[in-house]
C-alpha cells in the first residue's frame, strides 16, 4: 500500500465575534458588526475610512451595530436603490453599557476611558424606539470594512467588494488594530511565526487554513 505525504490543516472558528444582539461584548475582542450608508458614502468611507459623527444618542464616534436589521434602517430616508450595508470587523477595546435615558455617562463615556458605547435591544430607551441593539466606537481606526452585507444590485455589490480588495492590498494600509501580519487574528502571546516543516512557507499556527506549497521545493 502506498504511502501519502500530506502537510497542512484547515479550522473554523470565529474568536466569539459572532454575538447574537442581547449578549454583552467582552471588552478587547474583535466582533462583526455593520453599518448602514448610501452608496457615494460607501465608496468613501472604503477608500477613506470612518468619519465619524460630531454628536448624536452617544456623543461623538462612528454608530454601529451587531444587528444588521438596524442597519439595514440607514440612511432613514434614502431609497432602497442608495442603501448600503458595510460588514466591519470592530475592535470593541474597553466597553461601557449604556442601558437608560440620561444615563450619566451617555455621552462622556470616552472621557471616562471607554472605547465603545454599547446599548442593548430592548432597553427602554427612549432615542432607540426600534429597540435594537447599538454600538458607537470613538475612534474609527478601531474599525476595518471586511465585506458588503447589503447593495442595491449585483453591479454596485461587485464595485464595491473589488474596492475593498484594492484597499487591502495597498502597501500604505496600516494595521491599526494591532493584528498578526499572518493570520490577520488579533495579536496575543499565542501567535508562533516560523518556517513551515513542510514546505518552508511562513506561516503562524493560528492560522485558519494551510496548505503546503512545494513548487519552490527542489527533488
Known sequence: MASISFYGWEAFYDEDRHLQANQEPKSGRLYTMYHGTSVKVARAIISTGFKPSADGMLGPGVYVSRDQKKAERYPLKSPITDKVVLKL???????????????????????????????????????????????????????????????????????LKQLIAQNNKSPSKSNTLGNCGVCKLKLGSAHNIQPCWGCGETICALMTKHRCNFSGLRN
Open 89 to 159: 470587523s470592530v475592535d470593541c477595546g474597553k466597553v461601557k453599557r449604556i442601558d437608560k435615558d440620561n444615563h450619566a455617562l451617555q455621552k462622556t463615556w470616552h472621557s471616562q476611558g471607554y472605547d465603545t458605547a454599547w446599548v442593548p435591544p430592548n432597553c427602554g430607551m427612549k432615542a432607540v424606539p426600534s429597540g435594537l441593539e447599538e454600538d458607537c466606537i470613538y475612534d474609527p481606526a478601531r474599525i476595518e470594512v471586511t465585506d458588503i452585507a447589503l447593495a442595491p444590485n449585483t453591479t454596485i455589490l461587485t464595485e
